[in-house]
Structure formats: structure tokens, C-alpha cells
């Protein structure tokens, strides 16, 4: 199975602010990466797929990068409506796998 | 709009068998796949497996010994089943559309395993 592995867990940010999450996978997945945000009660929804194409209705101050086995995900000037959890997910070989998650709170 | 919808039981005792029911909208089942997936305290989000638009299905090997998805598409259904239920899966359930990617997912069903 492929592992993948999010950092930071948490993370504290001012509004405003720039914010990264790191996504590593244990083997190259080629760009089937999707980033999804989960808020409290409520299931995950896709922001971004193919690593780096943006979700039809998804803000622009998301973005994601990345190859090979390194991603990330992008937050430029940080709403509050942006707290959440963030999650990574390949979907380059069965079974297909998620990051640990990373959760964003408003310093 | 495109709406998924997962309904299930709520309350399954250890041993028991599971079964949630998705019901969809907007989209035709032999279009895409469906795939189920969890979110318990112990694993986080695990992909369960998932049906084919042409009916077939894959399952992840962690539960292929006791899980069954099926759908019926004149009804705009897909079937999670899951038997031997233990305590350690007590999660929420959704149902997601997706080939690849899940582009729309369900609400999720809470499902407790307790005697």
C-alpha cells in the first residue's frame, strides 16, 4: 500500500497569512493526488485534483503543487472560513489512501 | 444538482452484520463508480472499495472477507454490507462518487458497533 504522509498534524495561522501543508508519498504517485477539506460534522470536499487543478467553485487562494512523490497545498491569504482539516489522498494504485490529515485553527 | 445520500442504522452490536444504503441523484450509476469510504478515531479515512459503472467491484483487502457493495441502479441505490462488525469499526460511513478522484461525496452515516 502506499503510504501517505501529511505535515504538519496542526497548524496555527493569523487571517491573512500564507499557509503550506505537506503531502509525501512513500512511492511516486505521479500526480493522482487530490487535496479535500473536512470542517467539523461535515464529510470531505475536493479542492483540488491531479495535484495541481482546482475543483470547479473552489476559491483561487487554493492551489496545489508537486511531483513524484512530494506535494503540497496552498492557501494564500487565510479566511476563517478556511479552518478545517485538510487531507491528501492518491489515487494512483489500489487501495487507494489518505493522509493522516492536518489540522488548520486562526491564531 | 448532483446528491448523494447515506442512510444506515445507526446502533449494530458486535458480531452483527452492517448494512447502509446510498441513494443518489443528478447522475446515472452506470456512468460512474461508487466507492465507500470510512472515517473512524483509530484509522482515520480508509477506502473501503467500490463499484464499477458497468457492476463489478474492488475491494480494500482489509475487509474483502466481509464486505459486500451491490447496487440496484432502477432504484438509484448502492448497498454497503459488512458482517463480523467489532467494536473498532464504530466511524461515520460515506458513500463518494468517483473514477479517480471523489468529486462529491454524501453526508456520511454514523455507525457505532456496541452491545
Known amino acids: 500500500d502506499i503510504r501517505m504522509t501529511q505535515s504538519p498534524a496542526s497548524l496555527s495561522a493569523s487571517l491573512g497569512e500564507t499557509v503550506n501543508i505537506e503531502c509525501l508519498a512513500s512511492e511516486d504517485i505521479y500526480s493522482d493526488l487530490a487535496w479535500y477539506q473536512q470542517k467539523p460534522g461535515k464529510s470531505p470536499q475536493l479542492l483540488i485534483y491531479?495535484?495541481?487543478s482546482l475543483q470547479n467553485g473552489v476559491p483561487s487562494r487554493f492551489s496545489g503543487s508537486g511531483s513524484g512523490t512530494q506535494y503540497s497545498l496552498k492557501i494564500n491569504s487565510l479566511q476563517s472560513e478556511d479552518v478545517a482539516t485538510y487531507f491528501c489522498?492518491?489515487?494512483?494504485?489500489?487501495?487507494?489512501?489518505f493522509g493522516g490529515g492536518t489540522k488548520l485553527e486562526l491564531k | 444538482q448532483v446528491q448523494l445520500k447515506e442512510t444506515g442504522p445507526g446502533l449494530v452490536q458486535p458480531t452483527q452484520t452492517l448494512s447502509i444504503t446510498c441513494t443518489v441523484s443528478?447522475?446515472?450509476?452506470?456512468?460512474?463508480?461508487m466507492q465507500w469510504v470510512r472515517q473512524t478515531p483509530g484509522k482515520g479515512l480508509e477506502w473501503m472499495g467500490f463499484?464499477?459503472?458497468?457492476?463489478?467491484?474492488e475491494y480494500n483487502s482489509e475487509f474483502k472477507s466481509r464486505l459486500s457493495i451491490s447496487r440496484d441502479t432502477s432504484k438509484n441505490q448502492v448497498f454497503l454490507k459488512m458482517n463480523s462488525l467489532k467494536t473498532e469499526d464504530t466511524g461515520v460511513y460515506y458513500c463518494a462518487r468517483a473514477h479517480w478522484y471523489f468529486d462529491f461525496w454524501g453526508p456520511g452515516t454514523m455507525v457505532t458497533v456496541s452491545s
Open positions: 489522498q492518491q489515487y494512483n494504485n489500489y487501495p487507494r489512501t
Open positions: 491531479n495535484a495541481n
Open positions: 463499484i464499477r459503472s458497468g457492476g463489478s467491484t
Open positions: 443528478g447522475f446515472s450509476l452506470t456512468s460512474y463508480y
